[in-house]
């Protein structure tokens, strides 16, 4: 018998089959929310399966390179992170200078619309009125989109969210309107694969493919609740769920909730 699972450990166990040996992956710690859930605790939660497997992957999160995630710290304020257990504190300068450098194997990002190639908007979103609607801005998402060696997307699946094209482009996918990233110079490989909370999707030829359905999802259930009609893989399989011992190790990850 399967053991019963939610969204948020099936996503993490499916991020965590995409990380590799000898990789560090950046995590930031600004965001709130659902957005807070999506780029730090699924992250946290797929680096600390990865290592449970004896994958080598290590997280940077913030300015802490590889923290101890067997102690997370009491809350997510400042004091408390600047004190959790790690072997690196670095400034700000450091950490915006390592992405130049390509120092960060993995970018972990989402955003307010994504589109079929990949690029992402948390700026400013068209308004019914035809205006803009402000959002939360960029923080390092440019960074990791234009010089992390891989970006890898989260997302709750909506027609909202998953979009033709963006509108605005606050971090550059694999091409936006007939420019590539050559074109642009950017050094970073760009979006390898976005992990929804119903699929699995990749960037073959820089476009947006489904590759993986959760247990129980259709093909048209994914497609259903995206503004665009993504390219099928020929192998388009349903993925293994979650394995006891997978729940297990969640379940000793005691991360701090959130204040806001």
Known sequence: ?????DTDQMMSV???RLLHDGEIG???VGSSGRAHTLVTGLPMMAGHLARGRGVDFDLQIGPLIAPDLEQPPGSWFDNEIYGWRAPALIGSDVNMDGFKRGAVSVGFISGAQIDRHGNVNVNRVRAADGGWKRLG???ALPEHCAFAGRVLLLCDLAERTLVEE????TGFGHRHRGVTRAELGLPGGGPAALVSDLAVFDFAGGEMRLTGLYPGVS?????DRMGFVPARAPDLAELEPPTAAELERLAGLNLPELPY
């Open 1 to 5: 018998m399967t053991a019963a699972f």
């Open 14 to 16: 499916a991020l965590s």
């Open 26 to 28: 950046f995590i930031g």
């Open 137 to 139: 801005g960029a923080l």
């Open 166 to 169: 963006v509108d605005f482009v």
């Open 219 to 223: 093909a048209d259930q994914v497609e």
